[in-house]
């Protein structure tokens, strides 16, 4: 997504292989033409080691001991050093504190000056993927289907879950923007790597299949219909 090349001609087909400096992302391009550039991202896939900071003045990929949906000190046989992962909720405070920092935002972390220069924030969230450990909060207002709901049921309520929760933090960035006066004048580009089968096509996960459920995302078209009909969008 950041360089405009399929895999196969970046040499980089799986998580954990490394994007060669070579690849011109981007990042490098906004940089280059006077755009202030950051990155929070949530999980170690995106760690600064595989290349994917190319281009970004700050890259925060540093979350030692913050909660984390995985458990583990290892990953693609690279050993971690602190948490795999971060929850949405640090990932917008992170963002909304070099937002400040820099300027564009008032808050006690802000300058005096208020920044000239436009930006560009990569603000990654995790929560969204398996497995599926929604915060108590946003569970509550997803519960299973059914008197007795199956193992495939309650995933299914987690899930939504947890994209009910990363909705709120996204909704959390574009409100500080909003309350500043600069959201109008803001760029928002919402995408994702996945989705998940949950069983539409007997595969629960992603990764191998390429139905619309894994591809088109952060919004199939049948799902879109479903909250269309619902009435949560218009």
């Known amino acids: 997504m950041f360089t405009g090349r399929l895999p196969r001609s970046l040499g980089v087909l799986k998580n954990g292989q490394v994007l060669a400096t070579s690849a011109v992302t981007l990042t490098e391009i906004l940089r280059d033409h006077g755009y ?15 290349g994917t900071a190319q281009g970004f003045d700050s890259y925060d990929d540093d979350f030692p001991e913050t909660p984390c949906k995985l458990v583990g000190k290892s990953w693609e046989r690279f050993d971690l050093e602190g948490s795999f992962c971060r929850r949405g909720n640090l990932t917008t405070d ?33 929560d969204p993927h398996y497995p599926y450990t929604p915060p108590e909060q946003d569970a509550a207002l997803f519960p299973p289907r059914g008197e007795n709901p199956s193992g495939l049921e309650r995933s299914i ?16 960035l574009l409100d500080r923007l909003a309350a500043d006066g600069i ?33 088109r995302v952060p919004l199939p078209p049948k799902d879109a219909e479903r909250l269309r009909a619902l009435g949560y969008v218009p």
């Open 36 to 50: 202030h550039t950051a990155a929070i991202v949530s999980s170690f896939v995106l760690n600064r080691r595989f």
């Open 183 to 215: 959201l109008e004048d803001t760029v928002v580009i919402v995408a994702a790597d996945h989705g998940e089968g949950l069983m539409r096509h007997g595969w629960m996960n992603h990764g191998l299949m390429i139905y619309e459920e894994a591809v």
């Open 94 to 126: 992170a963002a909304v504190t070099w937002l400040e920092k820099m300027g564009y935002l008032h808050g006690t972390a802000a300058p005096s000056k208020k920044a000239t220069q436009p930006f560009f924030v990569w603000a990654h969230y995790f």
């Open 157 to 172: 309520a987690a899930y939504d879950s947890e994209i009910h929760f990363t909705d709120a933090q996204v909704g959390r």
